[in-house]
């Protein structure tokens, strides 16, 4: 396997020390760039593109063109394991994500296997190795799952909702139907992750995107827990080298002190979380990755730079710290400002790296 040439990114996440603040953004292969919407295209609609693995490593490898990203994403979706789960996923225009046959009641929870990820999910796998062949080890290759709260939202509610209704009302008035689902997820995301790092992934992320709907005790009960198992189960060194963990809960700013405890080795934050303050309440036990607004990257390039320089300030010296987003990049945003984003997060965290 080809030697890392920037391992940037895996250093800070380690808290080891880089000679800048490493930066990529959560969706950087997208709808923004004109390039994405082609290859799309050409595979024919969105999951066509994840299972077709030569064209899922182009647009992973698309925004590296343009830009001094500091790591590679796996192109995919946290979806494809309910889908391997026999789900039926497809996307509505317009819609977002909805499943053919949801899990709303206890037997069709009873009923759900854990997949094979080398068979069913054979397609991711083949995507990853392919990449991290591609990239030649120009930067580390970021694998990814939901959580199991997360993937569980989309699979009983049948598909994206505003107010968790069906979930919420499974787990308050079902408990044992919605642990058994999230326990199932949980033993398929170790499995699926850890196929993921067997293929070539180098550092792994899970994206709890909507743990911040949950109130505080129903969040340790249903997301965080789940989280903790999959940790547990996690290959954390392949290859020589570490294999860093980072949790994102979207909306758990109040939680850090909790997610920390879990034994990953980054979190994720989201925009509305002042990331000075994140660092004195967990910046001893984990690195933190964010967390400026991605509709920051609407503003004049002036505006984003000041912004740029205030997420810096506010980390301070030293590692520990991976520039991102607080979410994924819209899709309306002009290719040329995340140029700007990134090329001002490496002039201006220099100076912090002494
Ligand atoms: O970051 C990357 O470049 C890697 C690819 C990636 C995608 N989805 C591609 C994608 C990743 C890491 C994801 C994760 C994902 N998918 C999450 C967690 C992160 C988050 O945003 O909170 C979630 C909740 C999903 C579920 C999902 N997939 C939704 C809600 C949608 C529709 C979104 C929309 O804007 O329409 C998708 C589809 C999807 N996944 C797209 C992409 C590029 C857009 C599909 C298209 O090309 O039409």
């Known amino acids: 396997m080809a030697e890392l040439k920037n391992d940037r990114y895996l250093r800070a996440l380690l808290k080891q020390p880089v000679d800048m603040t490493p930066v990529w953004m959560m969706r950087q292969a997208g709808r923004y760039l004109p390039e994405y919407k082609a290859t799309r295209a050409q595979a024919g609609d969105f999951m066509s593109l994840c299972k077709n693995h030569e064209l899922a490593c182009e647009v992973t490898l698309q925004p590296l063109r343009r830009y001094e990203l500091d790591a590679a994403i796996l192109f995919s979706d946290i979806l494809t394991v309910p889908d391997a789960m026999g789900l039926g996923l497809y996307f509505e225009a317009g819609e977002g994500p909805r499943f053919e046959r949801p899990t709303d009641t206890i037997d069709a929870i009873k009923k759900l296997a854990v997949p094979d990820p080398e068979d069913e999910l054979g397609y991711v796998m083949k995507a990853v190795s392919t990449i991290r062949r591609e990239l030649n080890g120009q930067v580390p290759l970021i694998g990814f799952s939901g959580s199991p709260w997360t993937l569980a939202t989309y699979m009983v509610e049948g598909g994206s909702s505003k107010t968790f209704e069906k979930i919420k009302k499974m787990a308050y008035a079902e408990p ?8 199932k997820l949980a033993d398929s995301v170790t499995l699926y992750l850890n196929a993921q790092v067997a293929n070539g992934a180098q550092s792994l992320m899970i994206f709890d995107s909507w743990g911040g709907a949950l109130s505080h005790t129903a969040y340790r009960e249903f997301s965080l827990r789940y989280m903790q198992k999959i940790v547990d189960g996690l290959t954390r060194f392949a290859d020589g080298r570490q294999v860093p963990v980072t949790l994102f809960t979207k909306g758990g700013g109040l939680w850090l002190e909790a997610m920390a405890e879990t034994g990953c080795d980054a979190l994720g934050l989201d925009w509305t979380v002042d990331i000075a303050d994140a660092r004195r309440r967990v910046g001893h036990k984990v690195a933190l ?38 979410h994924g990049i819209h899709q309306h945003v002009d290719p040329e400002h995340a140029g700007a984003f990134i090329k001002a997060v490496h002039a201006q965290s220099k100076q912090y790296h002494k």
């Open 176 to 183: 044992a139907a919605l642990h058994m689902l999230l326990d």
């Open 289 to 326: 990755q964010g967390n400026m607004d991605p509709s920051m990257l609407y503003a004049p390039i002036p505006r984003i730079e000041e912004e740029v320089s205030q997420i810096l300030a506010g980390y301070g010296e030293g590692s520990g710290h991976v520039f991102n987003l607080g």
